[in-house]
């Protein structure tokens, strides 16, 4: 689907209007930029168009009425906007520790080399001196 293909064409039994629309393709990219993994195939690669793709195919389930009342209350709990900063910041930490072990892995190589080069300089000057002698 590409997105200058809109109005999207969608089961007006199941999903009552575009607002309604709207409201269940938001919520699903919050979920997919959490990183849930989406529920269909898609050639698109931005949350949005994969959330609105996977709405109009009735693959997703939603609640109406006094059910969404309810569940939208539970939700407003969540501070989504945190869980999102603390999934960036687990693979900022993630990608981290793998510079630091490859960091770490390069001094110590460099170290050996280092104390091999230091070795074999004053082995050198050590077998001069006592040449000289």
Known sequence: M???????????????????LVAIASQRAKELSLGVKPKIQSKSK????????????????FLTGEEAR???EEAGKFDYRKLLEDSRKAAAGEDLSELEKDLKVYLHERETMDKKAFEELFSEKKGE???EE
């Not at 200058?4 to 209007?17: A, G, Q, T």
């Not at 931005?46 to 389930?61: G, Q, W």
């Open 2 to 20: 590409d997105i200058v293909s809109l109005p999207v064409e969608y089961d007006n039994k199941k999903i009552d209007s575009k607002y309604r």
């Open 46 to 61: 931005k949350t949005t168009s994969v959330a609105i793709e996977e709405s109009v195919s009735n693959v997703l389930e």
């Open 70 to 72: 309810i569940a939208k």
């Open 129 to 131: 001196d006592t040449a």
